[in-house]
Each structure stands twice: as C-alpha cells, then as structure tokens.
C-alpha cells in the first residue's frame, strides 16, 4: 500500500534572474512500512525532494497524497498540523535545543505537537522511547555530555516519539563513524518494522543502503527509471 504518493512534483528557484528547475516532474510513491533511500549526485535534487515531501517547504507544481489529502492543495496551517502530527524528521546533525536534558528534548516534543497525554503517559512514553533507543540512562544528561552517536539517537527518539506514519531523514548518518552509523541505522530499521513507519532517507554512504527496502537513485532533478 502506498503511503506518500508523489505526482509530476515540480520546484523551481530563481538564481539571480533566471528561474531554474531543481525538481522536473517527479512521479514517486513510498510504500507504507518500507525504507526507501534516495541517492544520487551532490545537487541533484535529493533533500529539495525530501523537504517539499515532507511539507516544510512548498513545490512550484504537482501533488503530494497523504492519507488521500494532497498536501499542495491545503492551508499552511493545515499542513503544518499534519507535519506535527504526521511525520517526524532526522537530520544530519542532531539539533537538540542545548540546556535541556535529552527528557525535556522529548517533553518539549510533546508540548509541541499538542499531544494530550497525562502526566503519567507522558513519562512512561519518554521511558519507553529512551529504553528503545537505549538512552534511559542519559535521560537527564544535556546534549554537551553526549557522544554525536547518543545525541543522533535522542534525535530519533524524538523524531518518533509522537508516533509518527512518516520519517524524512536527509544523511541520518553523515556525521558519525562507521560504527555509530551501523547502530543508528540498525536502530531507524527496527523502528520502522516494529512501528510500521514509513521512511524516506537520503544518503551518501553506500554502506547504509542495505538498510533500505528499495534504492531510488536522482539525477539532475529527476528520479532514474
Ligand atoms: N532555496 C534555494 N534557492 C536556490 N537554489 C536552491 C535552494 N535550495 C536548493 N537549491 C539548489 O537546488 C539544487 C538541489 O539542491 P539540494 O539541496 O536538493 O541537493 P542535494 O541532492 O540534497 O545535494 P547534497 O547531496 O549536496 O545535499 C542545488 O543546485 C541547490 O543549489
Ligand atoms: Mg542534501
């Protein structure tokens, strides 16, 4: 069953007076539960796909269905509810709000997605979580104490806390060593099979695409057939 469904997806910026195409017609589907990798040359279109797929930045043209709503015909605020609610994101780099402890990143994350858990189910989800990707014992470290792997992990954690059907992760594993890699993929694959999340991650690393369901590669603003 498809889960994002992407249709004739077109982006254009203007670079000085000339308005270029970044994304050219782009037919794409991901498959609900899967783990699709996007790849492709520096440039080609990668995270402009995954940002405009995930609602965080507009197309110039085409359909984006979610859940048979299209994304490019809803309000912002709309689209902003469905993101909050809908989808989780992964970066690079963690980007965890320094000063708070890795319990009050997921609080925080909470807060805002207006979830109404009490008190109780509050805590006992950020336990759950924190266990899952085996960061209990550093609930109350801030993000300085942690290693980029740890910090990587509360990332997701995070990401997913709200339960989310989609994951975007734009090089999840760009910023660590091999090992680290290894475990934070090891990791996105256990919760995608064991929360049926759909995820769309970009990478660079050809060692991480064993991780993926299916490889679609980008080339010039276009998905290669
Ligand atoms: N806001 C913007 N304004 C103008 N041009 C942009 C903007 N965002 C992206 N681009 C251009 O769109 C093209 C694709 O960028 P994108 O970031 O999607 O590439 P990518 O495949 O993710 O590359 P990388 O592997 O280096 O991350 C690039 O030529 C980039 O300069
Ligand atoms: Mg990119």
Request: aromatic content about 4%.
């Given at each position: 069953m498809s889960s994002l469904q992407i249709k004739e997806l077109e982006k254009s910026f203007k670079i000085g007076r000339n308005e270029e195409k970044?994304?050219?017609?782009?037919?794409?589907?991901l498959e609900?539960?899967?783990?699709?990798?996007?790849?492709?040359?520096?440039?080609?279109?990668?995270?402009?796909?995954?940002?405009?797929?995930?609602?965080?930045?507009?197309s110039s043209g085409?359909?984006?269905?979610?859940?048979d709503k299209d994304l490019t015909d809803m309000s912002s605020s709309k689209v902003r509810d469905v993101r909050a609610k809908e989808f989780g994101f992964v970066f690079q780099h963690a980007h965890l709000v320094p000063f708070l402890s890795v319990k009050d990143q997921l609080n925080l994350m909470i807060d805002t997605a207006e979830l109404k858990w009490r008190k109780k189910e509050k805590q006992q989800r950020i336990q759950d979580i924190l266990e899952t990707v085996d960061m209990w014992k550093h609930r109350d470290s801030d993000p300085d104490q942690l290693s980029g792997g740890e910090k990587q992990r509360v990332a997701i954690a995070r990401a997913i806390i709200h339960e989310p059907k989609l994951l975007f992760a734009d090089e999840p594993t760009a910023s660590l060593d091999s090992k680290r890699s290894v475990e934070v993929m090891e990791l996105i694959r256990s919760l995608s099979i064991e929360r049926n999340i759909t995820v769309l991650m970009v990478t660079h690393d050809e060692d991480m695409l064993v991780y993926a369901d299916r490889t679609v590669e980008m080339k010039d603003g276009k998905i290669e057939k």
């Open positions: 970044i994304l050219k017609s782009i037919d794409f589907e609900e539960g899967k783990i699709t990798a996007l790849v492709g040359t520096s440039g080609s279109g990668k995270s402009t796909l995954l940002t405009i797929a995930a609602g965080l930045q507009k085409g359909k984006i269905k979610f859940n």
